[in-house]
């Protein structure tokens, strides 16, 4: 490179500056277009989202990256605040950085993380960006103990049209699509909040019967209620005979539909109503313009906790992803002086 070249590579440099500021009300719909059209987007970055966890009590804090005036990128932190406990900063599906800038970037949202770390008495930065790699200037940053987002999914590639996607599935996929349709099972998806409880009721049924954790009632009116007004999420509910049989929640963020939540009845196994309903999504989903039908969770471990639903859905073909998972970065000054409080606190309780 010859001395011009450098003179104007470093003033190109200096002409573009990136800078961080908190998002206006006005600039919401341009963080939600650039959280949908960049890869890695993720619907847990949208003002939607962010509205229906303020109505689940947490805090948000949102805030762009913008090159000279253009916002190019940003997140939004979430706090869900713990009296006398070590609270943390969280960015699920985040952050958005430029390209050329990620680096900068970073650490723009990571100053700004620590000054709102100091203010509300947060111990920690985790972010969980949809990432397959971890790039070099996150090494400060360690794994976290839990993710939020599951690391680990399956993606249906939507862009082929409906005969390619059926002949890229396994043959007991297939089998059992047109089984379900033999027997006259009977597909619907609203986002009409009337069917809240008819999917809830199958929902709670399904967490009863595999015991794992399921969320309240209250938790799907917030969500349902929010995405449905944003035009983001749908009920999908399967039918026999006039009995629902299956129900799942849809998100639709750009040009991905997540597959967040579902459930079935324990009754007529027989007709394969969740085989209809997800071919019936998949092609939903791509009349809708989405490129890529996302089944959230899944593994390829057979001792895994997902591993008996996980079968199911490698039925429907598909890439397995694994991403980096959720990273922690610790403001040790504000971690030292939550222990101390803590310990004050169970010292003076002792007494």
Request: net charge neutral.
């Amino acid at each position: 490179m010859t001395i011009i070249e450098k003179i104007e590579t470093n003033l190109n440099k200096q002409a573009l500056e990136l800078i961080i500021r908190e998002l206006t009300t006005a600039e919401q719909h341009d963080w939600d277009l650039l959280v949908k059209t960049v890869p890695h987007g993720c619907f847990m970055q949208t003002s939607s989202w962010a509205y229906f966890k303020e109505i689940e009590g947490y805090k948000t804090f949102r805030y762009g990256l913008f090159l000279n005036g253009e916002l190019v990128g940003g997140c939004i932190y979430y706090l869900y605040p713990h009296p006398n406990k070590a609270n943390l900063l969280i960015v699920p599906g985040g952050p958005i950085l430029p390209d050329n800038f990620a680096n900068q970037g970073m650490q723009l949202l990571l100053n700004q993380a620590g000054d709102l770390a100091q203010k509300i008495g947060a111990i920690a930065l985790r972010i969980e960006p949809l990432w397959i790699e971890k790039p070099d200037y996150l090494k400060d940053f360690v794994r976290a103990p839990a993710d939020l987002l599951p690391c680990e999914t399956l993606l249906i590639d939507l862009r082929p049209d409906t005969g390619q996607i059926l002949a890229a599935m396994k043959p007991k996929g297939r089998y059992n699509i047109r089984l379900s349709q033999r027997h006259g099972v009977k597909t619907e998806f609203s986002s009409d909040s009337q069917k809240i409880p008819v999917f809830y009721d199958l929902f709670w049924e399904t967490v009863q019967r595999q015991q794992f954790f399921g969320e309240p009632y209250g938790f799907f009116i917030n969500l349902c209620q929010t995405l449905f007004a944003a035009n983001m999420a749908e009920i999908g509910l399967a039918t026999w005979r006039g009995e629902i049989l299956a129900a799942i929640l849809l998100v639709y963020c750009g040009d991905i539909a997540t597959y967040l939540y579902g459930g079935r009845s324990f009754d007529h196994p027989e007709v394969m109503a969740n085989y209809s309903l997800h071919w019936e999504a998949l092609q939903r989903a791509k009349s809708r313009g989405c490129q890529v039908y996302d089944f959230y969770g899944f593994t390829r471990n057979p001792n895994h906790a997902y591993a008996k639903f996980s079968q199911f859905k490698s039925q429907f073909g598909g890439t397995p992803i694994t991403t980096i998972g959720a990273h922690d970065y610790f403001f040790y000054d504000q971690l030292a002086d939550t222990l101390i409080s803590l310990f004050r606190n169970i010292v003076g309780g002792s007494k």
